[in-house]
């Protein structure tokens, strides 16, 4: 897991006091009944459009009411000079807001989202935007963007699941952050509520509540596209003790189109790739394989550049590359006039639950939970008590 940079560490201290004040003052009917999560959206934004029907805005600490008199369905929020906001062209004595709409979805740059948006000036003059709303509204919208509702039910359920555990697990790890959750990559997608359909409410509400658990608490639930035939150990990527995810062999995801793929960058590209991220600025002459996990994914690299060389970490190689292109460490590599021709298996870092494997075993008839206990050694699926 990430360690949070000193400066992004002071900024959750100094914004300590808006999130306090508003999960303490919540209506306490409200916090019996919905667990809620707080999903990032936006970051290192100058500023978004919101829309919605009767718009409301307000002071995040005070409660204050902003435009209380005005009817708004569109409003323009930007970051200021220092800490402070600016909406409809006014700078204003917020330093963190709240929107909300009465009657509908809130739509952020054209995207919709039920709940509420929490706004922050951001650590480096930017915005922070993020979703507060009910968790399982959340995995309904998450289930089409991260596989296809079309998929068996069971494997739908298996994802359900797994998105749930991951999700609790983030937010008991990132209780004193702004947010629990990221929309993107770094941890699980979701783009409000656009992909919702009834095959992802019903796998959501068929498993309402239940988590993975080990020694009664949510589990660290990582999971992948495809494994390529072998998840990987998490030891690899993460610092930790997670000793329900462990390398095992998996037959389930070879009707996968993710299963191998190819990939090419000539010298050039890639040493300008490498020197912006001020690795290696020369032309690439030549890159070899170090050694390798008991999964076969690369661990380390040696490049060779026009004047010296210099050793790469197998997924920081795959980071600089872009995780759309090299898909996986998992990978074979040859050059040939210039060019670099990448072989590989699989699409992720290959830790936990293989998405088509899960769908694999699916369409051969095993239920879910079955299917969850596969990829998770020795967990149980329950729910916390209330």
Sequence with gaps: MKKIPTVVRFFYFFLGAFISWEIFCAPAVEAKT??????????DVSHFKVSGQELALGDLLTGQSFFKNIKKSSLTVERDGGPRLRVRGHSISARAL??????????????????????????NRDLWVINELPLEEYLVGLINCEISSQWSLDALKAQAVTARTFATFQ???????????????????????????????????????????YQGKPIFA??????????????????GNFPYLKSIVCTYCLASPHFLWNYQVDAES?????GSMG??????????????????????????????????PGKE???????????????????SDGVFL???????????LCQWGAKGMADAGIDYRSILKYYYQNVEIGQLPR
Excluded at 184 to 213: C, F, H, M, W
Excluded at 223 to 230: F, I, M, T, V
Excluded at 270 to 274: E, G, P, R, S, W
Excluded at 317 to 335: A, P, V
């Design 270 to 274: 890639l040493a300008k790739v490498l």
């Design 279 to 312: 690795f290696l600025s020369q032309r690439v002459r030549g890159i070899q394989i170090g050694e390798r996990s008991e999964s076969r994914r690369v661990l380390q690299l040696l490049i060779r550049g026009e004047r010296d060389q210099g050793e790469i």
């Design 317 to 335: 190689f795959r980071r600089l590359l872009g995780y759309d292109q090299l898909r996986s460490t998992n990978f074979w590599l040859k050059e």
């Design 34 to 43: 919905k667990e809620i999560i707080r999903v990032l959206i936006l970051r």
């Design 342 to 352: 990448f072989s590989g298996l699989g699409w992720g870092h290959g830790v936990g």
């Design 98 to 123: 709240v929107l909300t709409s009465a009657r509908s979805p809130l739509t952020i740059n054209g995207r919709r989202y039920r709940g509420k948006i929490r706004v922050f000036p951001g650590p």
């Design 171 to 213: 937010k008991g790890s990132r209780s004193e952050g702004l947010y629990d959750v990221d929309s993107s990559v770094n941890d699980q997608v979701y783009a409000g509520i656009g992909l919702e359909d009834p095959r992802s409410r019903r796998a959501v509400k068929e498993t309402e509540g239940e988590l993975l658990l």
């Design 222 to 239: 990582v999971y992948h596209a495809c494994c390529g035939g072998k998840t990987e150990s998490p030891e690899y990527l993460w610092t």
